[in-house]
Each structure stands twice: as structure tokens, then as C-alpha cells.
């Protein structure tokens, strides 16, 4: 098109200039936004992949720890052993002395070979010099002392106290934890326990990822010095200078420079260091900018021409086709608009025609998702209702097999019986109303079932009058209150729970009253707050509930008896009630 043709366009051109200036300012500033945002996801996203790493490594490392605690708790936990060494090193007889030696040294000698994985070396030191070591494939005896600071130790550490560090040995750097104890026949003589591990298999999972990766690792024991690697006094002066705060974090050295995240075992208080380069973490950011800047250059491109293209197209009739699309609403979405003669613009007739169909084919289409919706709330409680706690139904069947080895055959027939009751009454498929007596006796088999966990320490009553016994009501109610009992109002006294029902005109209500510890003022509050159709963490929270609980209660009641449902309750220490109910007559215990 000729410029002297676009400049005879006034409202073309105007509408090209206005649109296209507004374009690229939109994609400008969506592009510094995606840039940034992407920029602070990838940097977040590498900041948390190296504080897994760091996590990892710290857990991999205490579980190590954790296998030479495995060692010394056999060894301080075993009384003939401590009892052997006790003699050995008291006993002046030189036969009873060698016989303790023998016992403590080869027990030691167990403890090592079945400790897995295995540990280099276990010593004990006593107050006198002495000391009996066991490596693997090796067990002596010796009055020389391997650890020349033992006396020094001993003045340290408490009894029951433990101090980790690497030391080098004739095979090599280990790892030791030394641990201070003293004797129940005399608690003022104090010895060590020396558990060692190689040092490259402590650091096993550490030097693997150095090599698979480009990060640095260096852990810091609980003096904040590098034990790994080992004699790294250059990077000890580096780290002693970042700001750690907290258990676990990111810090950078120097502004934006290496990124360190670190981890703080709560276990050996030794601290993970992983540093990435600056070049490693923000080359994917730079990748994201370019494609970013590269992406935003095109669309600009192409938007222009788009724009140019739609100005020339776009007159008059979009004002009226505006106003249409403005007067939508809701309530006349099914309402057909008059067609309007827009002279030659027959392709503008032809939109609104399409719109028209489009209202209608719209208005249908919601009427049909709000109807399904309506159907899947109640597909939703109906599968709800149907739900057993796995948790109750592991531990009756923990019950059953305990009974079964005792060879309590009654008891156990009992209990399968009242279990398959339960199971038969959830998995009925009439349409979630039954009668107060059949809830009664599902809740009763139920408080049977707890009652071998709980014993005296729970009792249940049901003064229900016989003339109410056919009420009928929604299915599973009164279980799901016992259970509500059960888990907030157990403590160490006797529960008492007393199920009841009243009937007052059309309207019955039934209660559930226990003298158990009860509700917090926030719980009460946020039951409240859901009752009233408040969202809060009691809505949140309903969806990790395997019970049929408060919250499938008030959503099943609501629905069935709407605005005429009855909740309510009351709680304080000993006395909590619970009372739901609704009009009478409605629902039908047939399929």
C-alpha cells in the first residue's frame, strides 16, 4: 500500500500509531518482567538444588556418624563389657587381669566385625595408660598410649560428653569421635572410647560429586575449621568470613560472586559448605535473557505488521460490536441481539450472527458444567462417606494378629466379625441414609474394636431411647463424632463419651459428650469460620483427613438440609459436646 493511500485513512492510521506504540510498550515491559521473574526462578531454583546438595551430603555424613554411634552404643551399652574392662583395669592379679583383657578384646573384636559398615578401629583408654585397640585384622593390647592426650581429654570432657575431629594414623587420616564414661562400681574412675573411620570412605559421597560436578565441597566441624579437605588453611580464611545465620541457608562471597550454600547438622553441628563458580549458576540466567531479548524482538516485529494489518480492517462497526460485547452479563447471556444493517460491511453481519450463536452455545455450556458440578459434589460425598481410616484399620489388624499368636480364638472371632460389619456397612449402596439404630451399631462395633487398644481408659454409653431407633438420618454421623472424641480428648485419664439424641417437633438432634482434654479457642474458631463458610486451615486441612470427620459432616449436612442444618459445639477441659442434626422425614433408606 502506497503512503499517500494510508495517510487518506485517518482513523486507520490513528488507530496503527495509538495500538502499536501501546504493543510495544505492553511487550517491553512483559518482557522485563518474564526476564526478571525467569531470572529470580533460576537463580531461586539453583539456590535451592545446591541446598539439597548441601542437605544431601549433611545427611549422608551423620548417617556415618550414626554408624559409629551404632559401634559405641554396643560397646557402652553391653555391662559385661564395661564390667570386663572395669576388672582389667583395677584387678592388680596378672591371670585376672589377662582373662579381662581377653573378654574386653574380643568382644570388641565382635562389635567390629559386625558393625556395618565396618569401622577402622575401636580403642578404650584408661586413667592409668592403658589401652586396648581392635583394627580390622588386628587385636592388641599395649601400656603405650596412641592418643598422647588422654589425661587432657579426660579433664574436658563430662561423662556422657563426646568430641569429633580427624587425626592422621599409620594408615592413613580417620575420622574419630571420643567419648567419656565412667563405671557404675566406682563413678569417679572415667575412661574413652575411640571410634575411627577411614577418612576417604567418611568422605565418600562428597568426593563423588566433586568429581560428576563442577562444585567445591568443604565441611567444617563444630570449631568452624576444614576438615574436608583436609588442610585447606587458604579456604578456612575465606569461609570464616561469610555471614552464616541459621541451620541452613545461601550466602554469596562478595556481593554476587560464588554462591555458597551451607547446612548445619543438628546431629555433629559440622557444616556443609557447596560453592558454585559465578560462571556455573548464572549461565543459564544468561541463556534466559538472550532468548528472552531475542523472543521480544520478533514478536515487536511481527506485531507491527499485525497492527498495520488490523487498522486497516477495523472501522466503525467495532464500536457498535463493543457495546454488545459489553452489555453481556449472566443473567441475559441466553437473550438474542437484533441484527443491525451495517451497509457493505457484510463480513461485520456475519460476526454478529456468529456472536449470537456463540451466546447461545455459551449459555448452554455453563447450565451444563453448573449441573455437572452439582453432580460431582455429589459423587464427592457419597465417596466420602464411604471412607474408613486406614490407620483404625491397621492397628485392629495389628490387634487381631497379637490375639492370634496369644491363641485368643473368641477374641479374635469377635473381632473379625464386628471388623467385617464395618466394612459391609461402608460399602452399601443405598443412597447415604440409613436408620439411627444401624449407625448405633456401626459405632458401637467400633468403640469394640478401640476398646482392645484403649481398654478401661475408654467407655462409651448410648442413651438413645428405643422410639428413636428408626429416625432416619445421613449415614456415617455418630462414628465419625466418636472418633472426633477419640483424637481430641485421649490423655492418660478414663474418656468418658456419651452419645444422645433429641427430638423436638420436625427437628432431631443428635450430641456427643466426652470429659476428654477437648478443643483449642483457634480450633473452635476455625470450625466456626468453616460452619459459616469461611475459608481458614480447617478447609485446608480436610483434604489430609482419612477420616469421615467435622468437616464431612458440616459439608454433608449443609447440602442435605441447607440453610435448617444444625452444628454446634462447645469445649472446654472436661467437658466437650458436640451436637448436629436437621429436619426429620428428609432422605429414604431405599436405593
Not at 130 to 156: A, P
Not at 240 to 245: D, E, F, N, R, V
Not at 415 to 426: D, E, I, K, P, V
Amino acid at each position: 500500500m502506497r503512503i499517500s493511500r494510508f495517510r487518506s485513512y485517518p482513523i486507520q492510521r490513528q488507530l496503527f500509531i495509538t495500538f502499536s506504540l501501546l504493543i510495544l510498550l505492553i511487550s517491553i515491559t512483559i518482557s522485563v518482567a518474564v526476564a526478571i521473574s525467569l531470572t529470580n526462578s533460576i537463580e531461586k531454583k539453583q539456590e535451592s538444588d545446591s541446598a539439597q546438595t548441601a542437605s544431601f551430603i549433611s545427611m549422608e555424613l551423620d548417617s556415618e556418624f550414626e554408624n559409629m554411634e551404632t559401634a559405641k552404643r554396643q560397646i557402652l551399652y553391653s555391662t559385661q563389657m564395661l564390667n570386663n574392662y572395669f576388672n582389667y583395669l583395677t584387678v592388680s592379679d596378672i591371670g585376672e587381669k589377662s582373662e579381662a583383657f581377653s573378654e574386653v578384646s574380643n568382644m570388641m573384636y565382635h562389635v567390629l566385625g559386625t558393625s556395618v559398615p565396618q569401622v577402622k578401629m575401636i580403642g578404650l583408654y584408661g586413667d592409668d595408660g592403658s589401652k586396648i585397640t581392635t583394627e580390622i585384622g588386628e587385636n592388641t593390647v599395649r601400656k603405650t598410649q596412641s592418643i598422647s592426650e588422654t589425661d587432657s581429654i579426660l579433664e574436658d570432657l563430662s561423662i556422657g560428653s563426646f568430641t569429633t575431629d580427624a587425626v592422621e594414623t599409620p594408615g592413613g587420616l580417620a575420622i574419630r569421635t571420643l567419648t567419656c564414661f565412667n563405671f557404675t562400681q566406682n563413678r569417679n574412675k572415667k575412661a574413652l572410647l575411640e571410634i575411627q573411620q577411614q577418612y576417604d570412605i567418611f568422605f565418600q559421597v562428597v568426593e563423588e560429586l566433586e568429581k560428576d560436578s563442577q562444585i567445591e565441597v568443604f565441611v567444617l566441624d563444630s570449631y568452624k575449621e576444614i576438615i574436608f579437605p583436609y588442610n585447606s588453611e587458604e579456604s578456612d580464611q575465606k569461609f570464616k568470613q561469610l555471614s552464616i545465620a541459621g541451620s541452613a541457608g545461601t550466602v554469596y562471597i562478595d556481593g554476587k560472586g560464588d554462591m555458597v550454600s551451607y547446612k548445619i547438622s543438628d546431629y555433629s553441628k559440622w557444616t556443609v559448605l557447596v560453592v558454585e563458580p559465578e560462571t556455573l549458576y548464572m549461565k543459564p540466567v544468561r541463556r534466559v535473557i538472550w532468548t528472552v531479548v531475542s523472543i521480544t524482538l520478533l514478536f515487536m516485529g511481527v506485531t507491527l505488521v499485525v497492527t498495520f494489518l488490523v487498522a486497516k480492517s477495523v472501522t466503525k462497526p467495532l464500536k457498535s460490536l463493543q457495546s454488545e460485547v459489553g452489555g453481556i452479563a449472566l443473567e441475559t447471556l441466553g437473550e438474542q441481539t437484533v441484527n443491525k444493517s451495517t451497509g457493505n460491511y457484510s463480513e461485520y453481519e456475519q460476526l454478529r450472527g456468529t456472536f449470537n450463536e456463540m451466546r447461545s452455545k455459551l449459555n448452554y455450556s455453563i447450565n451444563e458444567y453448573m449441573e455437572a458440578k452439582r453432580e460431582q459434589m455429589q459423587t464427592k460425598v457419597l465417596a466420602l462417606q464411604s471412607k474408613m481410616h486406614p490407620h483404625f484399620i491397621n492397628n485392629v489388624l495389628a490387634s487381631i494378629q497379637i490375639l492370634t499368636e496369644e491363641g485368643k480364638c473368641k477374641e479374635v472371632y469377635k473381632m473379625c466379625n464386628q471388623l467385617s460389619q464395618m466394612l459391609r456397612y461402608t460399602m452399601d449402596e443405598f443412597d447415604g441414609f440409613v436408620t439411627l439404630k444401624e449407625e448405633i451399631q456401626y459405632a458401637n462395633n467400633y468403640i469394640s474394636l478401640m476398646q482392645i487398644r484403649h481398654k478401661k481408659r475408654l467407655v462409651c454409653h448410648f442413651n438413645v431411647p428405643d422410639e428413636y431407633m428408626n429416625l432416619i438420618m445421613p449415614k456415617m454421623v455418630v462414628q465419625p463424632l466418636i472418633e472426633n472424641s477419640l483424637k481430641h480428648g485421649m490423655s492418660n485419664d478414663v474418656l468418658n463419651i456419651e452419645v444422645g439424641c433429641k427430638v423436638d417437633g420436625d427437628i432431631y438432634k443428635i450430641s456427643v459428650h466426652d470429659n476428654g482434654l477437648g478443643f483449642t479457642e483457634e480450633k473452635l474458631k476455625s470450625i466456626e469460620s468453616y460452619r459459616s463458610g469461611g475459608k481458614n486451615e480447617f478447609d485446608k486441612n480436610r483434604s489430609s483427613d482419612r477420616g469421615v470427620g467435622l468437616a464431612n459432616i458440616i459439608s454433608r449436612f449443609s447440602l442435605i438440609y441447607d440453610k435448617g442444618f444444625i452444628f454446634s459445639i462447645t469445649s472446654v477441659k472436661g467437658d466437650t459436646t458436640v451436637t448436629v442434626g436437621g429436619a426429620k422425614g428428609i432422605g429414604s433408606k431405599d436405593a
